[in-house]
C-alpha cells in the first residue's frame, strides 16, 4: 500500500504527571491511571482540583460539566476564605 | 507578502536555505508547509526523525534557534529572520554520513569501549564521539538569554486548554475571578507565547516555563486540567519522518498544511474522526484505514514513508 503519511492511533493516556507529582492521589480506572477527585473536582490536596481526560472521563459533555463544576466549587472556595 | 487569507508572511533560515513562513506558524509548521521531513537524527543509530508529537511532548523536531540548542520547534512560535539549523547528523540531518556506522556496527557502536587506545588521541576521538553520540554545541553567547525568574500571584490557576480547562476558564471569568492565570502548551491564534507547567514546589508553587523565563505561581486554587495524552503504537520503523500523531496533523490542518498527499491511518480511538477530518480537510487522501495494528506488518520507506506492508488477519477485525 502506496502512502506518504501514517497516522498511528493508539491508547489516550491521562497525563497524570503533574497530579502526581504534586501529591495528588490516583485511582485506576479501565486499567489507566488517572487523578482521583470527589463530584466536585476536588483532589485529595486542599486547593488542587482536577476535572477533564486527567481523571479519566473520555465522553464530551462529561468533561464540559467537569469543567463546570470544577470551576464552581473553585469560585467558592475563594469565596469562603 | 500575504497569503490569500490575509496573514502576512517573513523568511526564516533553515541550515542558511531560506524559508517562507506565516504570522500563526510554529518553526515546524513552516517547515513541513516547505517539505522538509528529516527534522532530526536518532541518538543511538542515526536514523531520520521528523515531525511527530506536535505537542512539545518527544524530541524528534528539536533544533538550534538563534544559537540555542535542543528548541522543540513544534511549539515554538516562528519569527522574522530566525536562524534555525538542524543539530543532530552530520553534515545535517537530512545528509548525516555518520549513518554509515550504522551499517559497520549493526548492533550499536560501543562508545565505552572502542577509540581509548591510543591514549594521547583521546581529545580526537571526544570530538568524533560527540559527533557520533549527536550531542547538540554550547549555546552562543549572544544568543543566551538566561531563564531569569518571576514570582506571581493569582486567585485561580488553571493548568490546560482543552475542552474542560477552556470551560472552567470561560465559567471563573464570568464568575468575576480577575486574577486569572491559565497555562497553555499549545500555541495557537489566540496564543503566542505557549506555556508549560512543570511542577509543583513544596510551599505548593507552581512552576510555570513560558518564553525561556520561570514563573513561580502562589495560586489560592489550582485546576489540573491536563488531559489525555497521545501514545504511538509500536509498529516496524514507526520512527520514520511521515508517520505523525493526530495532534501533529491537527496543528498542521490548522494552519492549511498538508500533513502529505495520501494518508494511512493505523489503530482505533476517539480521534479518528478528527484525524479523517484534518486530512480531507488539508486536501490530503486517506487511501486507508487498518482498525488493528497487528494488520500493518511494517513502514516502508528510507528517509520518510513510501508505503506500508499490511497483512490479512486470519480473524476477521470488526468493522
Redesign the interface.
Known sequence: ???????????????????Q????ELSVINGLWC?KSDPE?R?SIP????????TG??R?EE??V???V???A??K??GD? | MADISGRNSFEITLNGKPVRAYTGDTIAAALVREGVHVFSRSTKFHRPRGYYCGSGRCISCVMRVNGIPGVRTCSTPAAPGMVVRTERGFPSSSHDILSVFDHVFRKEFDYQHRFIRPSFMTPLFQMIIRRLASSSQLPDAEGLDFASLERRMCDALIIGRGVSGSVAHARLQGAGVRSLITVDNRMGPENNAPSTAFCFYEDGDGGVLSRNRIHLIKARAVLIATGRNEVGLPLVNGDLPGVMLPEAVHQLALRRIRAGNHAVIVGMSDLKERVERDLRSSGASVVASYREPASVVRVLGRRSVRGVEARELKERPAA
Request: proline share 6%; net charge negative; charged share 10%.
Open positions: 500500500m502506496k502512502c506518504d503519511t501514517v497516522v498511528p492511533l493508539g491508547p489516550l493516556v491521562p497525563s497524570v504527571e503533574l497530579a507529582q504534586a501529591g495528588c487523578v473536582g483532589t486547593g488542587i482540583f482536577a476535572s477533564g481526560g486527567v472521563l473520555v464530551n468533561r464540559i467537569s469543567g463546570e470544577a470551576a464552581s473553585i469560585v472556595l475563594l476564605s
